[in-house]
């Protein structure tokens, strides 16, 4: 099993609020990817990063936004949460080369 | 444009059969192409990842063919248990970036009955 970490599992909350999604993992990996997923469609990739201090947009526009500060973390924030918002965030890592991206187990995230 | 299209979009088998799956892809320049499983409410967990020199790669009782010439992809499953319940993704991967980016399919939503 890979060791990377989301929290929380699920979170419910009213529009407005400031967000941040947790992704943590202990393995090293200097890439680190945030997918996001709707029921049924394919993962769309919204953050990445090649490792300390930098960060990418995805191909999917997003209002969120992330930072890495340390190798292992890896968090996403949205600063004013609207029910558009609401999906499932998937964090991945991944080590140099073809390495299969590891997944965390998501958060399902719903915005009232 | 790089697209991966996954089929049937669901299927259900009995338990014991043996079931596969398909993938075809448009994506260029490939570098390799990934089965993922996942289980409902769990991230993806790869099963397979296979290169343009491979035809085949089985992990257990899973197994995944790969014709580049086609562009096309298949995962077959033996002997089908209740836990192969899942949706099953493929991913392909392009070697125009230095990042291996990566399509993903919508995926095959595989259920085992009893």
């Known amino acids: 099993e890979a060791d990377i970490y989301q929290t929380p599992r699920y979170l419910v909350i009213g529009t407005g609020k400031k967000i941040t999604l947790e992704c943590s993992q202990t393995?090293?990996?200097?890439?680190m990817y945030w997918y996001q997923q709707d029921p049924g469609m394919e993962l769309h990739l919204i953050h990445y990063?090649?490792?300390?201090?930098?960060?990418e947009k995805g191909d999917l526009s997003s209002e969120s936004t992330v930072s890495r500060i340390r190798t292992e973390h890896f968090p996403l924030t949205l600063e004013s949460a609207r029910p558009s918002h609401t999906s499932q965030y998937l964090c991945?890592?991944?080590?140099?080369?073809?390495?299969?991206?590891?997944f965390g187990d998501g958060t399902r995230l719903s915005i009232l | 444009k790089n697209q991966v299209e996954q089929s049937p979009q669901s299927l259900i088998i009995l338990e014991g059969k043996n079931c596969t799956l398909q993938?075809?892809?448009?994506?260029?320049?490939?570098?390799?192409l990934r089965w993922y499983k996942q289980d409902t409410g769990r991230g993806p967990v790869s099963l397979t990842i296979?290169?343009?020199?491979?035809n085949t790669k089985s992990n257990g009782r899973y197994t995944a063919t790969l014709d580049a010439d086609t562009k096309q992809s298949s995962l077959h499953i033996t002997a089908s248990q209740l836990s192969d319940s899942a949706s099953y993704i493929c991913?392909?991967?392009?070697?125009?970036?230095?990042?291996?980016?990566?399509?993903f399919g919508r995926g095959t939503q595989l259920t085992v009955w009893p």
């Open positions: 991945a890592s991944s080590d140099q080369g073809n390495q299969p991206q590891h």
């Open positions: 393995m090293g990996h200097d890439k």
């Open positions: 990063s090649y490792g300390v201090n930098s960060t």
């Open positions: 993938c075809n892809y448009t994506v260029s320049p490939f570098s390799n």
């Open positions: 296979m290169t343009f020199s491979e």
């Open positions: 991913v392909v991967s392009d070697r125009g970036s230095t990042l291996g980016r990566l399509y």
